[in-house]
Each structure stands twice: as structure tokens, then as C-alpha cells.
């Protein structure tokens, strides 16, 4: 195998790629990057049995063939070249590494032993926006657990494609998070759940030219993403998610229609005197066309309001200040609409106007009174 390409365009490549190589998997197939030539094309892989990236560029090959590289030490040298242009050459499994005056020689791994990456077939494909995936995902990745502490399958964001219709959802057992947009689409109902290591990393790939599209293959098992020159592939997530309608109130006591930032603004002031989130609640008091907010710990105690339009029932109830900011920030309207059913029932969190998107946050138990 020989090729020559742009330095700069493979150091990107590279440095994408590497994202899928694993980092805990010690097998040193799976710690490299497999590159395949074609006629003028060359192919970068990484892939640790679960998530894998490739990518395609357009090179000048002298010889076609394959060859697995450690990832870093590849990512390394090529990061580190001066020259415009490298020429990579392999001679078995030893591989030349030309740039300028810089020359590398380092050992290679025989491609025959890359594991093949799953295939997806079937399906009726969907097609999305850049931009408003982006939005979507933005909106409620930050619902979505963390780790496997909670329900395996709640690590996951979960998609849920219906006629012209994409709803995403994200919960971790203390919040959730619904975001639902028109597209187009005329397959069959169809529901998933890919992994937020996945998201993540789709996400960084989206670039700057956001009014392209994103193509999404869906098979039993496992998903591809086709974004600009990249493919993404992942694992799926299977098990029982949350039955999120179940969970939303369908009435409400009270209704408060508050500025967003404003809102924002005042649970903020409260984080100075908080020590820790889950011991130390923010009070709200929604009563007389404001929001009182209040908390006390160890550090101190801190009392501020903000205007609200408030109708129904005075409520005061108990939230984890980092879960309610979460909700307000993700929001992208001026104004949210919040419900409340009382003291121990989850708050939502929508537009005013319509619900493209909800968020629910469970309260937290009061104690003493700030």
C-alpha cells in the first residue's frame, strides 16, 4: 500500500476517528486505526465492538491495500508533521511514514484481523437536518443518565419515529426530558435507543455548515449515522425505558408564566450558599405573581424573588437547583410556562404556547422553613 494526501486533512481524519478507538478494550487491533486504499480513495476506521467512526478521503494512491495502526502513535506523528503532504508506504507489516524531512518507521498490525464492522439493512431511511438534531439533542441529552448506576437502558436517548414526526427522550430517574419536531418522514412507527456516547459524538462531527442533512439507517441491533464525509455506527440499547407518558401530570394546580432568564438568573444567585445539590434544595414559593426563591446550608442562607404571572393555587415545593437550571436552560423561548400539582408532584416545564418540548423535574422534600 502507498498513498500521498493533505497532512492537515489527515491529522482531522485522525483525530476524529480515534474518538471510536477504545480505550479500555486491551487488544491491539482494536487500539489501531484501520486504513484501506482504494483506486484513489483512502479509508480511516476506528471501532471497539460497540461505537465505530470511518471516514472517507479523496488521496492519490500509488498502491492499493490495508493496513491496522496503533491510534495515537499515528494521531501523534501525523499531529506533530510540518510538511503539506504526507506519503504513507507499508511493506508488509512495516509502514513508512514520509513528510518533508521527517521519516517514520513503525510497526503495523495485518489488517485481516480488524473485526468487520455490523451492517444495516431494511428499514425505510430517515433523513434530518443538521441543525435541528442538533437542537433536538441539546434539548434533552442533558436528561439522560449518566451512568450505569441507574437503569442500563436509561444511558440511552431514546428516538421515536412516527408519521412526519421525531420525538426524542432522556431521563435518569430525576428529571425528563421530551423534544419533538415535524419532519418528514412516511415509514412505519419505529422506536430506539442509542447510547449518549453515540449522541456526544455525532454531535462534535456536525459542523458549521449545519443546513445539510443527516442520514439515519436503523436495523435491530445496531444504527449508522451518515454525517458529511463520516459514518457513525453503534450498538442499540434494548431493555424496558420509562413509560414517559404515564409519568407527565395530565392536570395541574397552578400555572406560572415567568421570563425564562430571569428565572434563570434567580436560582442562580442561590448557588453560592448551596454545598451540595441533593442535600441542599432550593425553596419556591410561586404565590402573589412572583417566585420566591430560597435555600439555607452551612455556608449561609439566601432569600430572592422574581416577577411571575401566576394562576391557581399557591404552591411551595422543593427542586435540586442544578436539575430546574438544566430545564430552564434548555429551553430556547423567551417566556416557559411551568405547571405545578402541588408540593410532591413533578413540575413541567414547556413553551408557553405549545409543547415541542417538556421538561419534568421531580420536587425534593422540604425540611425546616428558610
Known sequence: MKFTCNTKKLSDA??????????????????GILIE?????????GYDFEFGINTTLTVTVTEPGAIVINAKILCDIIRKLASDTVTIETNGTSVSIVAGAAQYNITGIDADDYPELPSVSGGYPLFINQSVLQQMVMQTLFAVAENENSKPVHTGLKFEMTLNQLRLIGVDGYRLAIRTETIKYEGEDVSFIVPKKTIRELIKLIGNDSDKDISISVGKR?????????????????????DYNAAVPKTSATTVLINTREAIACIERTIPVIENNAKNPIRCLFDNDEMRVSTVSALGRVVDYTHANISGERVEIGF??????????????????IELSGPVSPVKVLPVHDESYLFLVLPMRLKSEV
Open 14 to 31: 485522525c483525530n476524529n476517528v480515534i474518538r471510536a478507538v477504545s480505550a479500555k478494550v486491551t487488544i491491539p487491533t482494536i487500539e
Open 320 to 337: 435540586n437547583s442544578k436539575y430546574m437550571l438544566d430545564a430552564l436552560n434548555a429551553a430556547d423561548t423567551d417566556q416557559v410556562r
Open 222 to 242: 445496531h444504527i449508522i449515522f451518515e454525517v458529511e464525509d463520516y459514518s457513525i455506527i453503534s450498538r442499540l440499547l434494548d431493555g424496558d425505558f420509562l
Open 37 to 45: 486504499c482504494g483506486s484513489d480513495t483512502l479509508s480511516l476506521t
